[in-house]
């Protein structure tokens, strides 16, 4: 299921200093999990049980040196709660949850993030920049019901690809695809935005789009993979 992007971007010609704050909505497309990966039971958190919607925000702060160098920090919280039975008995952590147990399941997936960015292409109708991301994650999955519970807390650093491509066809309408992605043996993970965007002024610009966030890991301590559906609404300042 997809969703629309809107965000309003306020912008510099010689701008150095950028902050983005982004928010909206999230949903759930699949998020599957089994601790131990190896002897743990694999359910879903939105198909055995029932994940929320909710809604969620980000925080981007950027700096950019002679107009192609760009440094950025990104602080991207992410916890979804879920909650219902599963018809089987669920080995989780540590813990046996008996067939048809009411239970509550929290997801958490804090995402930081320091990026490097070169844009090697800035011309009338095209910019094209890439880069490296280094991603710290703050993960936690748990399990409870009454009498039971079982958890799995994972804290570790990701190296990913960042890319940026804005397509400038016409005057005041754009396209731009962006994103932070990578995949190994050891797991994978993409965060990623389409949109189209819409130069108001020569400060102001709206864009509208979509991002997902998909990825995960398996291996002997934990499976998990999930994707979620975002949209969201923003403003850009750059200074």
Known sequence: MAFILIAFVYSGANAQFGIDLEAGYISTVYNDVRIPGDQGTLFS???????????????????????????????????????GSVSKE???AGEVFPANTIMDADYKFNSYRL????????????????????KIRDARIALKSQGLAGEKINTGFVPLINFRLLWKPFDKLNFLLEGDALAAPQGRAEDVLAAVTYKIS??????????????????DEVYTFSMFNYASAGLVFEF
């Open 90 to 92: 669920v080995n989780f």
């Open 202 to 219: 020569d400060i102001v610009t709206m864009k509208a789009g979509y991002r997902f966030l998909e990825g995960g890991a398996d291996n």
């Open 115 to 134: 990026t490097y960015r070169y844009d090697f292409i800035q011309k009338p109708k095209l910019d094209f920049g890439a880069g490296l991301t280094g």
């Open 45 to 83: 958190l939105n198909k055995d049980l029932e994940a929320e919607g909710k809604a969620f925000y980000r925080i981007r702060i950027s700096y950019t040196i002679n107009s192609r160098h760009i440094v950025s920090g990104l602080f991207a919280p992410l916890t979804i709660r879920s909650d």
